[in-house]
């Protein structure tokens, strides 16, 4: 009977937030991060089709070159490696007003890395696995997370038109998960 190999996981910019399985990542390890890494420096130390699993959550926005950034998540990744990513919405309060936040993310964002698409800039390529709105982090106001369960529901019932009709009228969509598989010939 075959051994089954556990599968290495990766979290990117992890801060406070350390993931058992993984091995978290951050600019300092004061908190306890695995690995210290500038994620604005490339390479990143880390061999090419090592992760089957690769997270960035809340991270993406705070960084310089995106396209190098996911160059670098699609060098690192296995073939069919699964890259998740969480950003603020544009539409969001916190998009904006976060001093730190360099870029602003739609539904759409990452469709430029996918295989009909090529605007020249990027020549990796990733599959949209799955995109969701996220209309409220209910993780701090417990008592609202039925009403954020169905609003989510029906925001993403179609993400295009939420963001081109809805967004503003109900006040913004605080974040948006993606999840990407990475394409390799």
Request: glycine share 6%.
């Amino acid at each position: 009977m075959p051994l089954k190999m556990k599968k290495k996981k990766l979290n990117l910019g992890c801060g406070l937030k350390l993931l058992k399985e993984y091995i978290n990542v951050d600019r300092t390890n004061k908190n306890g991060a695995d690995v210290v890494c500038n994620l604005e420096k490339f390479p990143y130390p880390f061999k090419d089709n090592e992760y089957d699993e690769i997270l960035m959550d809340n991270v993406l926005e705070h960084l310089e070159n995106t396209i190098k950034v996911m160059e670098e998540l699609h060098r690192i990744s296995k073939p069919n490696g699964i890259i998740k990513i969480i950003v603020p919405h544009y539409s969001g309060n916190m998009a904006f007003s976060h001093l730190t936040h360099k870029h602003f993310f739609g539904t759409g964002s990452f469709n430029n890395f996918g295989t009909s698409w090529d605007d020249g800039d990027s020549k990796v390529k990733f599959n949209v696995l799955e995109k969701r709105l996220i209309w409220f982090d209910s993780r701090i106001w417990f008592w609202i997370k039925p009403i954020q369960i169905f609003i989510d529901w029906i925001i993403n019932i179609n993400s295009f038109m939420s963001e081109k009709f809805l967004c503003y009228p109900i006040g913004g969509f605080d974040h948006i998960y993606f999840k990407l598989r990475t394409i390799k010939s």
